[in-house]
């Protein structure tokens, strides 16, 4: 008598989880795809602004090549030609076209230039 409504409510419980995880995958697959590189991106763009500096070489979102003057707090001027500067926002610089290298990057330099080195020291002593 009580083994028809058990087995009738199991069925709808089953129903239920078996209907809610196809959206469960769904909103997984959207954060891992979309979402979270996304902020990533956004979180090196915003790393990126935050680093500049007097001297780099910077592209804004509208083309504009130039060089940082100054910088303040919300805005930094570009020296675009010899006697032409202008101001814009932080947040129009798509980026920095001549980023420093790292320390990997200069000791990966200089263990080129010792070869050439040992080079010319071998070619003296001969």
């Given at each position: 008598m009580f083994l028809p409504l058990l087995q009738a409510a199991g069925a709808t419980s089953s129903q239920t989880l078996m209907s809610v995880v196809p959206f469960i995958a769904i909103i997984a697959i959207?954060?891992?795809f979309i979402i979270r590189p996304q902020n990533k991106k956004q979180k090196e763009t915003q790393k990126m602004i935050d680093a500049l500096k007097k001297g780099d070489k910077v592209?804004?979102?509208g083309g504009i090549h130039g060089v940082v003057s100054s910088t303040k707090e919300k805005t930094?001027?570009?020296k675009v030609d010899e006697n032409v500067k202008i101001e814009v926002n932080r947040a129009a610089i798509a980026g920095v076209e001549n980023p420093a290298p790292a320390k990997s990057d200069k000791k990966a330099e200089e263990s080129k230039e010792s070869p050439k080195e040992e080079a010319a020291d071998s070619t003296?002593?001969?």
């Open positions: 959207f954060y891992f592209v804004t979102i930094v001027i570009l003296k002593a001969e």
